[in-house]
C-alpha cells in the first residue's frame, strides 16, 4: 500500500482513540483533510492509519472508495447519523486477539480465482510471480497463464489445482502481511500444511513448491478411482458415546 495510488475498490478506513472527544476531533481532522487533500490517494491515507497508528480503545471503520466518500463518511459520523459502512465500537478490552492464519484443504479452486488481486495488488502479484518461478523447476505449465485462462479444464487436474491453490495461499498469506496482520500461529489442512509450512518460515517457497508438485503429482496416480459420502449422524447414532466406534 505504501506509496501506492491503485485501488479501483473499496478501502476501509480504520480510526482509533482513547477517548469519544479525541475520536470526535480525529474524525473532523480526517474529513478536512480529504476536503483539501489534491495529491494523496486514499490507499495512501488508509496504509498510514492501518500501520501507523497504534489501536486504541474506541474504534471507527470506514469504508470509502474515493477521498469525497470517506469525506462524506466521516462527516455522517460527526453528525451521528447512521451510514451504510460506518460502524462505530469498542475494542477488545483485554489484550489483543491472537491472530491465526488457517490454510484450508483442496477444493476452492474456480475459474478466474486471483484475477482482480493479480490486477489491483501489486504485494500479490509480486508473490504470485515468486510462485510462478518457483514452480516452473517442477512443471511443465505457468501459473499465471492458468489464473487468466478462461479454460476450465485444469480445474480436473490435480496436479494444476494444488499447486496453484498453494499459490494463493501465499500470496493471500503475504498480502494479509503487507497490511500489518500478522499471524500468531499459523494451522494446515491436507495440502494447506505446505502453505502453513512456508508461511511459518519452516520451508523456503522453492521447497514448499517442490512438496506441492511432487504431492500432487502422486496423488495424481489415483485420482478418480475412489469416492466420497458424507452421513449426517448424531454422536449417538455414530457410536461414540457408549464406545461402538471402532476408532
Do not use: Y
Not at 63 to 68: E, N
Request: charged share 20%; hydrophobic share 45%.
Amino acid at each position: 500500500w505504501p506509496g501506492t495510488t491503485m485501488v479501483d475498490g473499496a478501502v476501509l478506513l480504520p480510526l482509533s482513540a482513547r477517548t469519544p472527544q479525541a475520536l470526535t476531533d480525529l474524525a473532523r481532522s480526517l474529513a478536512s483533510h480529504c476536503e483539501s487533500a489534491s495529491s494523496t490517494s486514499l490507499a495512501d491515507l488508509a496504509a498510514t492509519l492501518a500501520l501507523h497508528r497504534s489501536p486504541m480503545d474506541l474504534r471507527l471503520a470506514l469504508v470509502a472508495r474515493d477521498l469525497a466518500g470517506a469525506r462524506e463518511g466521516l462527516e455522517a459520523f460527526l453528525r451521528q447519523e447512521p451510514r451504510p459502512g460506518l460502524v462505530v465500537g469498542q475494542g477488545p478490552a483485554s489484550s489483543r486477539t491472537p491472530v491465526v492464519f488457517v490454510f484450508p484443504g483442496q477444493g476452492s479452486q474456480w475459474v478466474g480465482m486471483g484475477r482482480e488481486l493479480l490486477r489491483s495488488e501489486p504485494v500479490f502479484r509480486a508473490a504470485m510471480e515468486d510462485c510462478d518461478a518457483a514452480l516452473k523447476t517442477f512443471v511443465d505449465w505457468s501459473l499465471l497463464e492458468v489464473l487468466a485462462s478462461s479454460d476450465a479444464g485444469w480445474l480436473e487436474r490435480i496436479d494444476v489445482v494444488q499447486p496453484a491453490l498453494f499459490s494463493m495461499q501465499v500470496g493471500l498469506a503475504r498480502l494479509w502481511r503487507s497490511w500489518g496482520i500478522t499471524p500468531d500461529a499459523v494451522v494446515g489442512h491436507g495440502m494447506g500444511e505446505v502453505a502453513a509450512a512456508h508461511v511459518a518460515g519452516a520451508l523456503t517457497l522453492e521447497d514448499a513448491a517442490r512438496i506441492i508438485c511432487r504431492r500432487s503429482r502422486l496423488l495424481l496416480r489415483t485420482s478418480g478411482q475412489g469416492a466420497m459420502a458424507v452421513t449426517e449422524l448424531s454422536l449417538d447414532e455414530e457410536g461414540w458415546r457408549d464406545k461402538k466406534h471402532p476408532f
